[in-house]
Each structure stands twice: as C-alpha cells, then as structure tokens.
T-cell receptor
Framework: DAGITQSPRYKITETGRQVTLMCHQT?????MFWYRQDLGHGLRLIYY???????DKGEVPDGYVVSRSKTENFPLTLESATRSQTSVYFC????????????FGPGTRLTVL | AQSVAQPEDQVNVAEGNPLTVKCTYS??????LFWYVQYPNRGLQFLLK????DNLVKGSYGFEAEFNKSQTSFHLKKPSALVSDSALYFC??????????????WGLGTSLAVNP
C-alpha cells in the first residue's frame, strides 16, 4: 500500500524556470492539498482540491498553478520559480467523510537558485 | 476568525518524565482538533483527533490529549517521555460548521526535545 507519494524528493532549479512537483495517492481520497513549510511560518496552504476538476486557492497561491484531471494525482507547478519559493512542499489527502484526517506525503525539498 | 496558538516554540523534558505540549484554539462553532508529529526530514504523521464525545482522546505512541471547551484548549500529553518522542508537533483545528470546507488551520509547531 503506497499511500501518498511525492516526486521528486529533492529538486534544485534556477530562477525563472518552470517546475512541477508531483503528488499521487492510492486511497481514492476526494480531497488533496498542497502546503509549503518554512521556518517561522509553519504550514501554509497553497491550493486544495475537493475532487477531480475542482480546485481552490489557499493562503499563498500566487506563483503556483494546480490541476486535477484524475482523482489520484494533484501536480503543483511553479510557472516561473523565484527564490522565495525555496521551501519544503507537502502534499496531503483526506477522504470525503467527516473525519477530516489529512495524510501527508514525505515532502519535496525545493531550492531555487 | 479561526486560529490556533502553540504558545511554546520549544519544550524540553527529561526522559521518563511526563510531557505536555500546549494548544489553544479559536473557532466560532464546534471544533475538530488534531495533533500531528513531524520527525526530521519526514512528512507529518497523524497522532490523534477530537471530533466529539469523550474529552480525553488517546492516540498513537502513547499520546493523549484533553479537550477543554471552557479554556478552548487541546493540550497533548504523555505520561512518560521517550527520547524517540523528540520531534516537531503541530496542532490543527477546523470549525465543524464550515460544511465541506476541509481546510485545517495550523499552529506554528512546538519542538519537543526529550533529554536522556
């Protein structure tokens, strides 16, 4: 049971390049989330999705794009990477029920030079 | 507005002693409350949650948390700390009255250090 996976685990890129972070879950969870984690800021929600083809902005969506054509995948794209987007990115998923428990992937550490 | 506060950036405790990691919250309706743990270079792992019912919630790895509605708190506790409990702990809340909005509000985290 793979659960929720993220790729790549580590990525170094340059300012201005487009980068896509992948997230895949095997539970058929309806909800998926993208967070970034930075010292002093805790977890901040970038985007989330309630189902395939339904996405919505979180706290810090600027500079990011998401899509969800299939329930199991929720890629996050940085259209033109900036140094301020250097961070650790976590994907999470949760089921449609009331329990709300979110299950997290292992994270992607992104460095923008 | 919904919010979560973890008033201590760091908690230090000796191995074998009881530990408490504090969390207070603010929501307009009934809260759904969660604790997660993050070990170094890992994703967050779910520990326990309060949805309704008994105010004392038991979770993974011997942790428990007590929901106190009058004090709007949900402190995480463990009777006897282990060195392996050293990690970053996050409290999160959602207002039960927000319907299908599944977004959680997260605290900034508390770093727990258990000393041998």
């Amino acid at each position: 049971d793979a659960g929720i996976t993220q790729s790549p685990r580590y990525k170094i890129t340059e300012t201005g390049r487009q980068v896509t972070l992948m997230c895949h879950q095997t539970w058929s969870h309806s909800y998926m989330f993208w967070y970034r984690q930075d010292l002093g800021h805790g977890l901040r929600l970038i985007y989330y999705s309630a189902a395939a083809d339904i996405t919505d902005k979180g706290e810090v969506p600027d500079g990011y794009v998401v899509s969800r054509s299939k329930t199991e995948n929720f890629p996050l794209t940085l259209e033109s990477a900036t140094r301020s987007q250097t961070s650790v990115y976590f994907c999470a998923s949760s089921s449609l029920g009331l329990t709300d428990t979110q299950y997290f992937g292992p994270g992607t550490r992104l460095t923008v030079l | 507005a919904q919010s979560v506060a973890q008033p201590e950036d760091q908690v230090n405790v000796a191995e074998g002693n009881p530990l408490t990691v504090k969390c207070t919250y603010s929501v307009s309706g009934n809260p759904y409350l969660f604790w997660y743990v993050q070990y170094p270079n890992r994703g967050l792992q779910f520990l326990l949650k309060y949805i309704t019912g008994d105010n004392l919630v038991k979770g993974s790895y011997g942790f428990e948390a007590e929901f106190n509605k009058s004090q709007t708190s949900f402190h995480l506790k463990k009777p006897s700390a282990l060195v392996s409990d050293s990690a970053l702990y996050f409290c999160a809340v959602r207002d039960a009255n927000t319907g299908n909005n599944r977004k959680l509000i997260w605290g900034l985290g508390t770093s727990l250090a258990v000393n041998p």
